[in-house]
């Protein structure tokens, strides 16, 4: 499997999963973000996916890659609101490339990191696949075109593809193998870490006014190991998938399907949830809403279930557990998602 993206804390985690079953990822990877530790024992090259020679090349040197999963990409809600440019260029034009030159070389199935950002969270804190789509930032837009991306050359191309639509990836693989990592984190639970650990004075709430239980932010937190197993099943059945998707009267050249836990939890709930499996408070507090934020919302995920024969089996608790044990075995890594 060609893996993009597969130095970073999800790429990294999705390609020990691949390993575990007795496949070979090919990591692709800028390290823009990613961590070269992460690839050590794998076969790995250092560039961008919007490079058609490199992709010509590492393509020709592993003729058996049979899949592409494409996770590289720029993650970050307000940078992108920030710097907008940017990320359409990385994460839309790169895309755009790496799909055109996979399938010209005759690779017909791809599997895309999308993400659940592309829903109309305005409306409804509960989403399937076929809820509306309003993407509210750049990030979000980036993936939004990248699926349509995606799905128009697959239809020119004769392949096809699955948009596994994450919701919230938290934790660490249970190994220790890898884990979060960036200095300045993003994702909820990097941050509520940091503020624990001391590198930040206290974690800040964003947004206290949604039309949610509490007031913050909703969402659906997936183990980061049970995400990896959903790629994996994604990889095993991935011709069932699209015969079994006909059978049902679905799309058989283009399909997302949501990857979460189908259950919500508000940001507030997350910080208690922390103090429970760390046994102390955390300093917290409270501030306005980000660029770009948006109430969030939970999955459906009975297409992954029927489709995928996958279903998360691992809590918000052993998520939080695991970025812990992560935390405390590599004290030398910044922690962060």
Partial sequence: ???????????????????????????????????????????????????????????????????????AALIVVPESVAQPARYYASN????????DRVIARGIQRLIFSSSAAVYDATTTLTVSED????????????????????EDL???????????????????DPALRSGPYLSSPSHVLGRIMEAAA???????ITGTDYDTRDGTGLRDY????????????????????FRDAAALGLDHTFL???VGTGQGVTVRELVQAFERATGRPLPHGEAPRRPGDSAGACAV???ARTLLGWEPRLSTEQAIHDALAWLGNRPDVPVGS
């Fill in 1 to 71: 499997m060609l893996v993009t993206g597969g130095a970073g804390y999800i790429g990294s985690t999705v390609c020990s999963a691949l390993e575990d079953r007795g496949h070979t990822p090919i990591v692709l990877d800028s390290l823009v973000q990613g961590r070269e530790e992460f690839t050590r024992g794998r076969v790995f090259y250092r560039g961008d996916i919007a490079d058609a020679a490199l992709l010509d090349r590492i393509l020709g040197e592993h003729p058996r890659v049979s899949a592409v999963i494409h996770l």
């Fill in 222 to 241: 997936i183990h980061v190991w049970d995400l990896a197993q959903a790629h994996v099943r994604a990889v095993e059945r991935f011709d069932d998938v």
């Fill in 256 to 258: 997302p399907i949501n």
């Fill in 131 to 150: 809820s509306p789509l309003r993407p509210l930032s750049p990030y979000a837009r980036t993936k939004a075109m990248t699926e349509q991306i995606m």
């Fill in 301 to 303: 995920i009975d297409r």
């Fill in 92 to 99: 839309v034009s790169g895309a755009l490339t790496l799909f």
């Fill in 198 to 204: 001391g590198r930040a004075p206290e974690f800040m």
């Fill in 154 to 172: 697959c239809r020119a191309g004769g392949a096809r593809g699955l948009a596994l639509r994450y919701f919230n990836p938290i934790g660490a």
